[in-house]
C-alpha cells in the first residue's frame, strides 16, 4: 500500500520568550508525530479543543513552519521546499478551514475567487477554458453557474463552504486538508457537506486529512482515524476498529461523550469497550479540562484524567514514564493493527 502522506517525529513548538528569573517556555503543541495516510484514504485526526490537531494539519501544508521532523507527500520532502518549488507544491496539498465566512474575500465575487489559484498554477491556457472549468467547478459542488458573479455575503453558511471546497478543487490537489469543515455550520448543513466532500474525495481519488472534534463525522467519512491528546497521538487505528474497540482510555471516553438519544443503546460495555447494549455511560465521561501545554503532567500526560489510571491503583508507572505508541493487533486476522501509548494496554498484551 503506497502512502501519500508520510509524517515522521514532528515536533511544532512555540518558544513564550524569557521572562526575569523564569527560563523561557516553551508550548510544544506537536510533540514527535509519526503517521501515515494511504493514498486515496482518510485520516480523521481527532481530539479536543486546543491539543495541537490544527497545527499539525497546518505544518503538513507548511503554513506553520515545522520545529522539526519530516513530512513527506507524494515522496517529496517538503520540509526542505522553498521559493518557487514550494508554491508548486501547494497545487497539490489544499486546505478547507472551519470558518467559510473567514475563509473567502469578500470583495472577490467567486468567479475570481475560483479563476485566483486557476491563473497563479498556470492551469487554463485561455479564457474560454478557464470560463469551462469555473463552470464545472461549481456545478461539482453543487452551486449553480449563476453563483459565479455573486459575492459571498450573498450565499448562507453551507453554500459558502461549497466555494471554499470548489476552490481547494480547482488546482486538482491530492491531499486536502479539513480542519472542523463543517463545525460551523448548522446541523442541518453538516451532513449535506460532508456528503459533498466523500462524494468528491471518490471521484478524485484524494487523501484527506480531516480534523474534526464530532467523531460522528469522522466515523461516516474517514477509513483511520489518530487520536490527539496535547500534542501527542495516542491512539490510531482504522475506523472500524476504533469504534468496536477502542484501545486508549482517552479515546473511550471520547466515545463514551457521544450524544445519544436517550433511550439509545449505549456504546461502549465497560469491561470489554466493544459495542454493547448497556453499561453506565457517565463512568467513562472525561472529568476536568485539558492540563495546558506549557506545563503537561510528568509521565502519561492524561493520567490525572485517567480512569484506568484510578481504577487500578494509581500505578507508578502511569506518572513516571511516558507510554510509547506500541502496535496492538485487534479483532479479526488481516485487520491493520492498531496502536496505542498506555503502559497499562501494553502490559495487559500478551504480545
Ligand atoms: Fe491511563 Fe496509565 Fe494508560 Fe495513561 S498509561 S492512559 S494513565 S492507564
Redesign the pocket.
Known amino acids: 500500500m503506497s502512502h501519500l502522506v508520510e509524517i515522521e517525529s514532528l515536533c511544532k513548538h512555540y518558544p513564550l520568550g524569557r521572562r526575569l528569573f523564569h527560563k523561557s517556555e516553551v508550548v510544544r503543541a506537536v510533540e514527535d508525530v509519526s503517521l501515515t495516510i494511504p493514498t486515496g484514504q482518510n485520516l480523521g485526526l481527532v481530539g479536543e479543543s486546543g491539543c495541537g490537531k490544527s497545527t499539525l494539519g497546518r505544518t503538513v501544508l507548511r503554513l506553520t513552519e515545522p520545529t522539526s521532523g519530516l513530512i513527506r507527500i507524494d515522496g517529496v520532502d517538503v520540509t526542505a521546499l522553498r521559493g518557487r518549488e514550494l508554491t508548486a507544491f501547494r497545487r497539490h496539498a489544499q486546505m478547507i478551514f472551519q470558518d467559510p465566512y473567514g475563509s473567502l474575500n469578500p470583495r472577490m465575487t467567486v468567479r475570481q475567487t475560483l479563476t485566483e489559484p486557476l491563473r497563479i498554477h498556470g492551469l487554463c491556457p485561455d479564457l474560454p477554458s478557464e470560463q469551462h472549468r469555473v463552470e464545472e467547478l461549481v456545478t461539482q459542488v453543487g452551486l449553480p453557474e449563476s453563483s459565479l458573479d455573486r459575492y459571498p455575503h450573498e450565499f448562507s453558511g453551507g453554500q459558502r463552504q461549497r466555494i471554499v471546497i470548489a476552490r481547494a478543487l480547482a488546482v486538482d490537489p491530492k491531499l486536502v486538508v479539513a480542519d472542523e469543515p463543517v463545525s460551523a455550520l448548522d446541523v442541518s448543513i453538516q451532513a449535506q457537506i460532508v456528503n459533498l466532500l466523500r462524494d468528491v474525495q471518490e471521484k478524485k481519488r484524494l487523501t484527506y486529512l480531516f480534523i474534526s472534534h464530532d467523531l460522528k463525522v469522522v466515523q461516516h467519512l474517514c477509513d483511520h482515524v489518530a487520536v490527539m491528546y496535547l500534542g501527542r497521538i495516542v491512539e490510531r487505528a482504522t475506523t472500524e476498529a476504533l469504534f468496536s474497540q477502542p484501545l486508549?482510555?482517552?479515546t473511550q471516553a471520547l466515545l463514551a461523550a457521544i450524544p445519544r438519544p436517550p433511550d439509545a443503546p449505549s456504546l461502549l460495555d465497560e469491561k470489554t469497550h466493544a459495542v454493547q447494549l448497556s453499561y453506565r455511560p457517565r463512568a467513562l465521561l472525561l472529568g476536568g479540562d485539558p492540563p495546558s501545554l506549557l506545563s503537561p503532567p510528568t509521565g502519561?500526560a492524561?493520567?490525572p484524567r485517567?480512569r484506568?489510571?484510578e481504577e487500578?491503583g494509581r500505578?507508578a508507572i502511569?506518572r513516571q514514564e511516558r507510554?510509547p505508541l506500541v502496535t496492538i493487533s485487534v479483532g479479526k486476522p488481516g485487520t491493520p493493527p492498531s496502536q496505542v501509548a498506555?503502559?497499562?494496554?501494553k502490559l495487559g498484551q500478551p504480545e
Open positions: 486508549h482510555p482517552y502519561c492524561f493520567h485517567c484506568r489510571y487500578s500505578p502511569c507510554p498506555c503502559h497499562l494496554q
